[in-house]
């Protein structure tokens, strides 16, 4: 399988895409500076519903969906640019659940009353989704689904345990992998439904991420839907949910990178200032040498997001190979630069009243989501050996 071309991927952002990134830059400088988020995390929602609407207002939600459903018609750079910017915030609204993920099986699944009904409501910053794909035996295999979804009917009966259920919390809505037909492990027979969050027999439990965003562990008992709530055709699910993952692996990859440009300002601005023994700590070869390659680490990440980025239209082993490269890659050079951020910060770094603890958790927690480094350089390694 021939390797990309990186010199034919176009790295720089057009004249909207920029002003999409300024305008953004300048609402989070404005109402999402460090201690107000602090404030965000700490309220009994976790996040803020006025932010979210003024991310409605500014056009922001409906960013990537196309136009005839309220959206701006912008597509995996727009979500780039804006991941990148909430990555340098460490915005806990949710975005990724709602905007990338569900968002995504509504415009690739092929439901289009779901879609007409579900879009504008995302776009208009009136409900908030999530994805229940991960269960407790699945580790990261999407095909593992034990979830079942047996027929009743004109319609469906789901039963079964989902875990770590991102924005499950805030959800309105969920979508949910199960199983209608073949074994356990197989992508065959895999469907994805939508579910309202108050259904009757949906039980959940709530908690705080050690990054301050929320998710929850959720128990379908008999839960009935009716064969409509269904995205795609039935038993092809698993095709749909792949697409989707990767697009927001390729989404926390341009998180991270704005978290890792954070981390950097803040590391050499403290090296600058900071005097020991009569010097700043900058003065010393081996502090120059580590802030040199963190830098480097964030330029490697940038053009690994941007390649992530540019797959949208690839073919799926294609895509899924890239997209491994660019998460194991990013997931070494964000914890390089994580941990010597905290470790030339010394003892302040690990204070939670500062922010660059925080950055450090995020990038953790990103590091480990839809698969961590170890398992990405399996699949590229295993991608890439036809």
């Not at 004109?154 to 199960?178: E, Q």
């Not at 073919?315 to 194991?328: F, G, T």
């Amino acid at each position: 399988m021939a390797e990309p071309d990186l010199q034919s991927i176009e790295f720089r952002l057009t004249e909207q895409q920029a002003m999409l990134q300024d305008m953004l830059s300048r609402f989070l400088e404005n109402e999402y500076a460090f201690q107000a988020r602090q404030g965000v995390v700490a309220s009994q929602a976790g996040w803020s519903r006025r932010h979210w609407r003024q991310l409605a207002d500014l056009g922001l939600l409906g960013a990537t969906f196309p136009e005839d459903q309220g959206g701006l018609g912008g597509g995996a750079l727009e979500t780039l640019v804006i991941m990148e910017q909430f990555g340098r915030r460490i915005v806990v609204e949710p975005y990724l659940s709602t905007v990338v993920m569900a968002g995504g099986l509504l415009r690739h699944g092929g439901a289009r009353a779901l879609a007409d009904e579900h879009i504008p409501a995302i776009v208009a910053g009136e409900r908030t989704y999530a994805f229940a794909f991960a269960e407790p035996q699945s580790r990261y295999d999407l095909a593992d689904v034990a979830t079942t979804a047996a027929r009743r009917g004109d319609g469906y009966v789901l039963s079964g345990k989902k875990i770590a259920v991102l924005g499950g919390p805030a959800a309105d809505g969920l979508f949910v992998t199960a199983r209608t037909g073949g074994g356990q492990k197989e992508r065959a027979g895999i469907s994805v439904f939508y579910v309202p969050r108050d259904a009757a027999g949906v039980l959940g439990l709530d908690y705080k991420t050690i990054d301050g965003q929320r998710a929850s562990e959720l128990i379908f008992e008999g839960v009935e839907v009716p064969a409509q709530a269904v995205l795609g055709e039935p038993d092809e699910g698993y095709v749909l949910a792949d697409r989707v993952i990767d697009e927001a692996t390729a989404a926390v990859c341009a998180e991270a990178v704005g978290a890792m440009d954070v981390l950097l300002e803040a590391t050499l601005e403290w090296c600058r200032t900071r005097i020991t023994f009569g010097e700043p700590l900058a003065s010393r070869q081996v502090v120059q040498h580590r802030l040199v390659e963190m830098k480097v680490g964030c330029e490697q990440a940038r053009a690994m997001a941007y390649l992530a980025a540019s797959l949208e239209n690839d073919a799926p082993r294609e895509r899924n190979r890239l997209i491994s490269a660019a998460k194991a890659s990013i997931g070494k050079d964000s914890r390089y630069v994580g941990q010597n951020a905290l470790q030339l910060h010394g003892a302040l770094g690990f204070t939670d009243e500062f922010h660059v603890g925080h950055y450090f958790r995020r990038l953790t927690a990103i590091e480990l989501l839809f698969g961590d480094a170890e398992f990405h350089t399996r699949r590229f390694a295993e991608l890439s050996a036809d």
